[in-house]
Structure formats: C-alpha cells, structure tokens
C-alpha cells in the first residue's frame, strides 16, 4: 500500500505540480462557496519514460473521449469539473473537431471594414471567415464552450508522465478535501501499471547496436487505495475497468470494489467501449447501452453514465 510518504520518494514531484495545486485548490474552495458540486475527472493515457533524456516511452490507447465528454455532460449537470488531462488528448467541446485540418475549414475573403484585416503586398485587404458545413455544429458549441468559461465552471489541469499524473492526483484529492461527499472522482485515465525507476534508467537513447531490448520494470503503486482510503476518504469514488475479454470484466471490477471498498466501477470492454458500459456497486449491476439510432442523432453514452452517476451521488450525499 502506498502513501503519500512513499509517492514522493518513489516519483521527484515534476515542475508545476505546486502552482496547479493552488488553482486546484482556490477552484474547489469557490465552487464550494457557491454550493456546487465538484468532480474531478482524470483522462487519457500516462507516458512511462525508458531513458532519462526521453526518447523512448511506454504509452498507450486512451484518447481522451471519454474523459472529455463525460466533463461536458457534468458541467450541464451542474457540477464544477477539474478536468485533469494529458496533454494533447481530447479536450471537452473541442475533440468533436479533433481530426479536422483547420486551414480546410477556413477560407479568405475580400474584406472591407478594418477589422482582423491583413494588408496584402498587392494593397488588397482580406479577412479569415469559416466554412460552415466543413465545422457542422459550431455556433451551438462555441456559445455553450463560451457559457462555460464565463461561469468558470471548468478548470483545465495538463499532465503528461505518470510522475506528473500521480502528484497532480495527490494535490487535487487535497484541494477536494474540503467539500466531504460534495467531491466526485471520475478515474477515466488510463494509468500505466509498470514504470522504470529513475535510479534504474538510462540516461542516454537506448543503442540498437546493442541487440534485442529486454526491460525489466516495476509495478506502479494503485493510486486507489490511499486514495479511497487516506486522502478522500468522504468522497464519491468512480474508477474505471478496461478488458479486452468480456468473460473476466465483471469479476475484475467486483475484485477492484472489495479490494478498494469506494463506491462505484465503470466496466466497459476495448471492442464496445462507445455502446456499452457496465455500472458495479456493492450490491448492484447496471448495463447502459447506447443504440445505433441514438448515436446516429449523436448522443453520447457518457451523457448516460453522468446521469446516472449524478443520482447516485445525490443518493450518497443524501445517506451520509
Ligand atoms: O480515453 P478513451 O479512448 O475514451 O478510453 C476510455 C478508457 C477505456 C481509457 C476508460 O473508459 C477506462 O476504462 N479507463 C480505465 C482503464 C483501466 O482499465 O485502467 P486499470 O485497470 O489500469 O485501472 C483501473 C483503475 O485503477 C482506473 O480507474 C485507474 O484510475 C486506477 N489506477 C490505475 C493504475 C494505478 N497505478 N493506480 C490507479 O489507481
């Protein structure tokens, strides 16, 4: 079992952990002035290092989408989200344009009023204009993306190594733990279970000259169990379980409960994931699905899971 002793001597605390703690923290003493709720949602894959002066690293799937729609679906539930992310993975409102190239949706036109004009060697003026039917859907979302940034309901927080994931998780568990049960934690991220101690890594790029690489590398401790545990112990607790055979992933979860004792894990499975998750209490079992015809009318299932979630949170507050 690790503590926070432990974490810290295991993993130097990376530049920046200490500034995002305090935004961390001034965000969740605000919201709880104004009597929100406040989740903090962890999202995308963790990258393990193999040399010091990082060339290589160990990675993996995770995009980001669940993490950055579910943040969408809770700020419209009313809650105030730390949106804890690695860097360059989905980002709430912005991943429905992800695969865009943005110079295909914008376009030049002859400009004449003097704003954003940009004079041209010819004594021409231009200015930028989009192409409506190559960003679908836009004004709706920036207005909604505007309405959330006046609010100041969404607190972007960036990480990149797991070093980084890990202290960034320990100061946002600090920052939530004035709220009591008004915290939600929603472990979406992806987290790499094995790692390289620095002592252990190479300082220099691994030389292929040198044959076939052999690695040996260390378990990364569950950040679950001091968190349920010691640093947010009144909190509402969701974490995730990720399979690729279904046979096993109800067990595992029901495995990660006992072991862990919070509240909720979100089942889902590698080839199902965007259709059908599967919600595990202590004493319950509940299967969202999203159908073909709903997710042609682009609803989401993470709009599925926050609602029930969210009940399950009132529920929770309501008991303790
Ligand atoms: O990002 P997307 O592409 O949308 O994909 C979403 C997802 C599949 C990544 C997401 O839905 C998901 O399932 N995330 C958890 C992946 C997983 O199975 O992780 P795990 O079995 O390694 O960990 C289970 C839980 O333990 C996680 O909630 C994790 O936060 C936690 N954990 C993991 C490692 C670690 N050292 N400490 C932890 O506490």
């Given at each position: 079992m690790a503590d926070c002793q432990q974490l810290k001597a295991q993993f130097a605390t990376p530049s920046g952990v200490e500034e995002a703690a305090h935004r961390m923290a001034d965000f969740a003493m605000h919201h709880k002035r104004e009597g929100r709720r406040v989740v903090l949602i962890t999202s995308g894959g963790t990258k393990v290092p193999l040399e010091s002066r990082t060339v290589r690293f160990l990675d993996n799937f995770s995009s980001g989408r669940r993490g950055a729609t579910s943040a969408e679906h809770f700020l419209d539930a009313g809650y105030a989200v730390i949106f804890l992310h690695r860097h360059r993975s989905l980002f709430p409102f912005s991943h429905r344009y992800a695969s865009l190239n943005w110079l295909d949706a914008l376009q030049l036109v002859p400009s004449e009023?003097?704003?954003q004009e940009e004079e041209l060697p010819s004594g021409s003026c231009l200015r930028v204009e989009v192409v409506p039917k190559v960003v679908p859907g836009l004004v709706p979302l920036l207005q909604h993306y505007q309405l959330v940034k006046e609010a100041g309901t969404l607190l972007p927080v960036e990480f990149n190594t797991l070093s980084e994931y890990l202290h960034l998780l320990m100061a946002a568990a600090q920052a939530l733990s004035p709220l009591g049960n008004s915290a939600m934690f929603y472990l979406a991220a992806a987290v790499s279970d094995f790692y390289i101690p620095a002592s252990e890594m190479p300082e220099h790029k691994i030389q292929s000259s040198s044959g076939p690489l052999q690695i040996t590398m260390k378990m990364v401790p569950k950040m679950l169990s001091p968190l349920v545990r010691?640093?947010?112990?009144?909190a509402f607790i969701i974490s995730f379980k990720l399979e690729t055979?279904?046979?096993?992933v109800i067990d595992r979860a029901r495995q990660a409960l006992g072991t862990?004792?919070?509240?909720v894990v979100v089942a889902n499975i590698l080839d199902t994931l965007r259709t059908h998750v599967i919600l595990i209490t202590q004493n319950s079992k509940t299967d969202l699905y999203l159908s073909e015809e709903e997710a042609s009318c682009g609803k989401e299932i993470e709009e599925k899971i926050v609602n029930d979630l969210n009940a399950r949170h009132t529920a929770f507050i309501n008991q303790n």
């Open positions: 009023g003097p704003r010691d640093w947010a112990p009144q055979d279904p046979t096993i862990y004792r919070h509240q």
